[in-house]
Protein backbone atom coordinates (compact mmCIF):
# COMPACT_ATOMS: atom_id res chain seq x y z
CA UNK A 1 0.00 0.00 0.00
CA UNK A 2 2.49 2.62 0.98
CA UNK A 3 4.30 1.52 -2.64
CA UNK A 4 1.16 2.33 -4.15
CA UNK A 5 1.56 5.90 -2.35
CA UNK A 6 4.93 6.47 -2.66
CA UNK A 7 4.50 5.50 -6.66
CA UNK A 8 1.56 7.89 -6.87
CA UNK A 9 2.25 10.56 -4.67
CA UNK A 10 5.63 11.22 -3.20
CA UNK A 11 5.89 10.77 0.47
CA UNK A 12 8.57 12.66 1.39
CA UNK A 13 7.02 16.12 0.95
CA UNK A 14 6.24 17.60 4.32
CA UNK A 15 2.62 19.02 4.50
CA UNK A 16 1.89 22.15 6.75
CA UNK A 17 -1.61 21.68 6.26
CA UNK A 18 -2.01 18.76 7.51
CA UNK A 19 0.36 18.74 10.76
CA UNK A 20 -2.03 21.89 11.72
CA UNK A 21 -4.86 19.41 11.13
CA UNK A 22 -3.35 17.26 13.08
CA UNK A 23 -2.48 19.76 16.04
CA UNK A 24 -5.92 21.27 15.78
CA UNK A 25 -7.36 17.71 15.99
CA UNK A 26 -5.15 17.07 18.93
CA UNK A 27 -6.79 20.27 20.86
CA UNK A 28 -9.94 19.00 20.14
CA UNK A 29 -9.30 15.82 21.84
CA UNK A 30 -8.30 17.39 25.04
CA UNK A 31 -11.12 19.40 25.15
CA UNK A 32 -13.61 16.59 24.80
CA UNK A 33 -11.37 14.52 27.54
CA UNK A 34 -12.06 17.44 29.85
CA UNK A 35 -15.94 16.99 29.20
CA UNK A 36 -15.55 13.65 30.33
CA UNK A 37 -14.30 13.78 33.86
CA UNK A 38 -18.27 15.12 34.59
CA UNK A 39 -19.25 11.52 33.63
CA UNK A 40 -20.00 9.24 36.43
CA UNK A 41 -17.04 7.23 37.60
CA UNK A 42 -18.91 3.76 36.83
CA UNK A 43 -17.93 4.56 33.11
CA UNK A 44 -14.48 3.02 31.85
CA UNK A 45 -12.88 5.65 29.43
CA UNK A 46 -9.74 4.70 27.44
CA UNK A 47 -8.51 7.13 24.95
CA UNK A 48 -6.36 6.36 21.43
CA UNK A 49 -7.20 3.20 21.31
CA UNK A 50 -5.49 1.88 18.12
CA UNK A 51 -6.36 -1.81 16.39
CA UNK A 52 -6.73 -3.85 14.28
CA UNK A 53 -9.24 -6.00 12.47
CA UNK A 54 -9.49 -7.44 9.45
CA UNK A 55 -5.78 -6.68 8.89
CA UNK A 56 -6.94 -3.30 8.48
CA UNK A 57 -5.65 -1.05 11.29
CA UNK A 58 -8.23 1.69 13.39
CA UNK A 59 -8.10 4.52 15.50
CA UNK A 60 -10.70 5.35 18.08
CA UNK A 61 -10.49 8.58 19.93
CA UNK A 62 -11.81 7.84 22.79
CA UNK A 63 -13.85 5.09 23.84
CA UNK A 64 -16.70 4.18 27.02
CA UNK A 65 -17.37 1.08 28.11
CA UNK A 66 -20.27 1.28 30.12
CA UNK A 67 -22.37 -1.68 31.63
CA UNK A 68 -24.87 -2.02 29.15
CA UNK A 69 -22.71 -0.49 25.88
CA UNK A 70 -19.83 0.54 24.36
CA UNK A 71 -19.57 4.54 23.25
CA UNK A 72 -17.09 5.32 20.36
CA UNK A 73 -16.32 8.97 19.45
CA UNK A 74 -14.60 10.24 16.78
CA UNK A 75 -13.83 14.25 17.47
CA UNK A 76 -13.36 17.00 15.09
CA UNK A 77 -12.01 20.05 16.19
CA UNK A 78 -13.28 22.18 12.82
CA UNK A 79 -14.12 25.47 13.07
CA UNK A 80 -16.75 28.07 10.86
CA UNK A 81 -19.82 27.12 9.33
CA UNK A 82 -20.74 24.09 6.93
CA UNK A 83 -23.53 22.86 5.55
CA UNK A 84 -24.67 18.61 5.34
CA UNK A 85 -26.82 17.28 2.64
CA UNK A 86 -27.03 13.83 0.94
CA UNK A 87 -24.39 12.83 2.76
CA UNK A 88 -21.74 15.60 1.79
CA UNK A 89 -20.31 18.22 4.27
CA UNK A 90 -19.59 21.52 2.76
CA UNK A 91 -18.26 24.30 4.06
CA UNK A 92 -20.91 27.31 3.96
CA UNK A 93 -21.44 29.34 1.86
CA UNK A 94 -18.64 28.64 -0.45
CA UNK A 95 -20.02 24.75 -0.64
CA UNK A 96 -15.84 23.61 -0.70
CA UNK A 97 -16.23 19.92 -0.08
CA UNK A 98 -14.90 18.33 2.80
CA UNK A 99 -13.89 15.11 3.41
CA UNK A 100 -17.11 13.30 4.97
CA UNK A 101 -15.54 12.53 8.64
CA UNK A 102 -18.80 10.16 8.90
CA UNK A 103 -16.82 7.96 6.35
CA UNK A 104 -14.08 7.19 9.12
CA UNK A 105 -16.85 7.68 11.97
CA UNK A 106 -18.33 4.63 10.68
CA UNK A 107 -15.36 2.50 9.29
CA UNK A 108 -14.07 2.82 12.76
CA UNK A 109 -17.32 1.58 13.94
CA UNK A 110 -17.85 -1.35 11.65
CA UNK A 111 -14.20 -2.74 11.99
CA UNK A 112 -14.90 -2.27 16.11
CA UNK A 113 -18.03 -4.59 15.47
CA UNK A 114 -15.94 -7.22 13.76
CA UNK A 115 -13.25 -7.30 16.21
CA UNK A 116 -15.74 -7.63 19.18
CA UNK A 117 -17.18 -10.54 17.16
CA UNK A 118 -13.96 -12.22 17.02
CA UNK A 119 -13.17 -11.64 20.34
CA UNK A 120 -16.47 -13.42 21.65
CA UNK A 121 -17.59 -10.34 22.99
CA UNK A 122 -21.44 -9.22 22.49
CA UNK A 123 -22.16 -5.41 24.15
CA UNK A 124 -24.13 -2.88 21.43
CA UNK A 125 -22.00 -0.33 20.06
CA UNK A 126 -23.37 3.33 19.74
CA UNK A 127 -20.91 6.26 19.25
CA UNK A 128 -20.93 10.02 18.51
CA UNK A 129 -19.13 12.08 15.69
CA UNK A 130 -18.50 14.92 18.20
CA UNK A 131 -17.07 18.73 16.70
CA UNK A 132 -16.09 20.34 20.15
CA UNK A 133 -14.98 23.42 18.63
CA UNK A 134 -17.92 26.44 20.06
CA UNK A 135 -17.48 28.11 16.90
CA UNK A 136 -19.07 25.38 14.80
CA UNK A 137 -22.22 25.43 13.49
CA UNK A 138 -23.84 22.88 10.96
CA UNK A 139 -26.47 23.63 8.70
CA UNK A 140 -28.86 20.69 7.98
CA UNK A 141 -32.04 19.84 7.21
CA UNK A 142 -32.40 16.75 9.29
CA UNK A 143 -30.36 15.61 12.86
CA UNK A 144 -27.91 13.42 12.57
CA UNK A 145 -28.39 10.92 14.81
CA UNK A 146 -24.47 10.29 14.84
CA UNK A 147 -23.49 14.04 14.74
CA UNK A 148 -23.11 15.64 18.03
CA UNK A 149 -22.87 19.35 18.42
CA UNK A 150 -20.47 21.65 20.81
CA UNK A 151 -24.08 22.79 21.84
CA UNK A 152 -25.83 19.19 22.58
CA UNK A 153 -22.36 17.43 24.32
CA UNK A 154 -23.57 18.86 28.00
CA UNK A 155 -27.31 17.21 27.53
CA UNK A 156 -25.63 13.99 26.21
CA UNK A 157 -23.20 13.68 29.53
CA UNK A 158 -25.66 14.40 31.44
CA UNK A 159 -27.84 12.11 30.07
CA UNK A 160 -25.21 9.21 29.91
CA UNK A 161 -25.18 9.84 33.78
CA UNK A 162 -28.69 9.59 34.06
CA UNK A 163 -28.85 6.59 32.95
CA UNK A 164 -25.62 5.18 34.18
CA UNK A 165 -25.44 1.69 36.63
CA UNK A 166 -23.00 0.65 38.80
CA UNK A 167 -19.55 -0.57 37.29
CA UNK A 168 -19.14 -4.29 36.71
CA UNK A 169 -15.73 -6.03 36.45
CA UNK A 170 -16.84 -7.33 33.12
CA UNK A 171 -16.47 -3.84 31.99
CA UNK A 172 -13.14 -3.52 33.45
CA UNK A 173 -12.08 -6.99 31.62
CA UNK A 174 -13.71 -6.26 28.46
CA UNK A 175 -11.41 -2.72 28.92
CA UNK A 176 -8.48 -4.88 29.36
CA UNK A 177 -8.82 -7.02 26.69
CA UNK A 178 -9.02 -4.15 24.60
CA UNK A 179 -5.64 -2.77 26.22
CA UNK A 180 -4.36 -5.77 25.39
CA UNK A 181 -5.12 -5.50 21.72
CA UNK A 182 -3.91 -2.07 21.15
CA UNK A 183 -0.84 -2.00 19.03
CA UNK A 184 2.16 0.44 19.64
CA UNK A 185 3.97 2.35 17.35
CA UNK A 186 6.11 -0.53 16.05
CA UNK A 187 3.45 -2.96 15.01
CA UNK A 188 2.05 -0.77 12.43
CA UNK A 189 3.15 1.65 10.26
CA UNK A 190 1.34 5.14 9.58
CA UNK A 191 -0.10 5.58 6.73
CA UNK A 192 -0.30 9.16 5.43
CA UNK A 193 -3.46 10.99 4.48
CA UNK A 194 -4.68 10.79 0.71
CA UNK A 195 -7.52 11.37 -1.73
CA UNK A 196 -8.40 10.05 -5.03
CA UNK A 197 -7.80 13.54 -6.70
CA UNK A 198 -4.57 14.00 -5.75
CA UNK A 199 -2.98 10.74 -6.72
CA UNK A 200 -1.41 10.31 -10.10
CA UNK A 201 -3.96 8.55 -12.52
CA UNK A 202 -2.41 6.06 -14.83
CA UNK A 203 -1.47 2.27 -15.78
CA UNK A 204 2.08 1.51 -14.94
CA UNK A 205 4.72 -1.62 -16.22
CA UNK A 206 4.33 -4.14 -13.29
CA UNK A 207 8.50 -4.99 -13.84
CA UNK A 208 9.72 -0.93 -13.83
CA UNK A 209 6.78 0.82 -12.78
CA UNK A 210 6.64 3.06 -15.40
CA UNK A 211 3.93 4.16 -18.22
CA UNK A 212 2.39 1.83 -19.97
CA UNK A 213 1.67 2.55 -23.73
CA UNK A 214 -0.80 0.85 -25.94
CA UNK A 215 0.15 -1.53 -28.04
CA UNK A 216 -2.86 -2.49 -29.96
CA UNK A 217 -6.67 -2.93 -29.47
CA UNK A 218 -5.94 -5.67 -26.87
CA UNK A 219 -2.32 -5.13 -25.48
CA UNK A 220 -0.23 -2.90 -24.14
CA UNK A 221 3.82 -2.44 -23.75
CA UNK A 222 6.34 -0.91 -21.74
CA UNK A 223 8.48 1.37 -24.03
CA UNK A 224 11.26 1.39 -21.21
CA UNK A 225 11.75 -2.44 -20.45
CA UNK A 226 9.69 -3.89 -23.51
CA UNK A 227 6.96 -5.82 -21.08
CA UNK A 228 3.63 -6.01 -22.65
CA UNK A 229 0.62 -7.81 -21.39
CA UNK A 230 -3.24 -8.05 -22.31
CA UNK A 231 -5.36 -4.57 -21.53
CA UNK A 232 -7.53 -7.09 -19.02
CA UNK A 233 -4.61 -8.34 -16.91
CA UNK A 234 -3.07 -4.35 -16.29
CA UNK A 235 -6.82 -3.34 -15.33
CA UNK A 236 -7.23 -6.26 -12.60
CA UNK A 237 -3.99 -5.51 -11.21
CA UNK A 238 -4.80 -1.81 -11.01
CA UNK A 239 -8.44 -2.23 -9.90
CA UNK A 240 -7.13 -4.51 -6.97
CA UNK A 241 -4.70 -1.63 -6.37
CA UNK A 242 -7.30 1.00 -6.51
CA UNK A 243 -9.58 -1.35 -3.85
CA UNK A 244 -6.64 -1.61 -1.47
CA UNK A 245 -6.50 2.06 -1.25
CA UNK A 246 -10.02 2.93 -1.03
CA UNK A 247 -11.65 0.13 0.17
CA UNK A 248 -14.87 2.29 1.26
CA UNK A 249 -15.42 4.26 -2.26
CA UNK A 250 -17.60 2.67 -5.01
CA UNK A 251 -15.78 0.56 -7.44
CA UNK A 252 -17.16 1.69 -11.11
CA UNK A 253 -16.29 1.38 -14.85
CA UNK A 254 -15.81 5.18 -14.85
CA UNK A 255 -13.65 5.56 -11.71
CA UNK A 256 -11.01 2.55 -13.00
CA UNK A 257 -11.19 4.50 -15.98
CA UNK A 258 -10.11 7.92 -14.57
CA UNK A 259 -7.43 5.81 -12.43
CA UNK A 260 -5.72 4.40 -15.30
CA UNK A 261 -5.03 7.47 -17.17
CA UNK A 262 -7.23 7.06 -19.41
CA UNK A 263 -5.70 4.99 -20.93
CA UNK A 264 -8.04 1.49 -21.79
CA UNK A 265 -11.85 2.00 -23.58
CA UNK A 266 -14.41 1.99 -20.81
CA UNK A 267 -16.07 -1.17 -22.44
CA UNK A 268 -12.91 -3.85 -21.60
CA UNK A 269 -13.25 -1.97 -18.34
CA UNK A 270 -16.90 -3.13 -17.79
CA UNK A 271 -16.17 -6.54 -18.89
CA UNK A 272 -13.36 -6.89 -16.15
CA UNK A 273 -15.33 -5.67 -13.53
CA UNK A 274 -18.34 -7.33 -14.31
CA UNK A 275 -16.15 -10.54 -14.97
CA UNK A 276 -14.60 -10.66 -11.32
CA UNK A 277 -16.96 -8.69 -9.28
CA UNK A 278 -20.82 -8.57 -8.29
CA UNK A 279 -22.93 -6.40 -9.98
CA UNK A 280 -24.73 -4.08 -8.08
CA UNK A 281 -27.63 -0.49 -8.59
CA UNK A 282 -29.68 0.23 -11.44
CA UNK A 283 -28.43 0.20 -15.28
CA UNK A 284 -26.99 3.31 -15.39
CA UNK A 285 -25.71 3.44 -11.79
CA UNK A 286 -23.90 0.49 -11.78
CA UNK A 287 -21.55 0.06 -9.12
CA UNK A 288 -19.08 -3.48 -8.47
CA UNK A 289 -18.73 -5.20 -4.66
CA UNK A 290 -15.15 -6.13 -3.84
CA UNK A 291 -15.96 -8.73 -1.38
CA UNK A 292 -13.22 -11.33 -2.81
CA UNK A 293 -10.79 -8.11 -2.09
CA UNK A 294 -11.37 -7.52 1.80
CA UNK A 295 -8.78 -8.17 4.03
ZN1 LIG B 1 8.64 -1.75 -17.88
Redesign the pocket.
Known sequence: MLNQLKQRKGLSQEDADYREYLQKGFEGERKFDEILERLSKDSLIIQDLRLEANRQIFQIDTLVITRNNLLVYEIKNFQGEYSFHDNELKTHPYKRVIMNPLTQFNRTCTLLNILLDKIGVYIPLNGKLVFVNDSFILYQKTEHPDILLPQQIERHISQLNRFSEPFTSAQKELGDKLLYLHLTEDRYIQVPEYTFEELKKEAL?P??R?NLKIKNRRTVY?P??G?SAFNTRIISEEVQAYVLLFPEQKLTTAVIYDWCGALFPKRTIQRVLATNYTESGTRKGTHYLHNSFCR
Open positions: CQCLCSCF
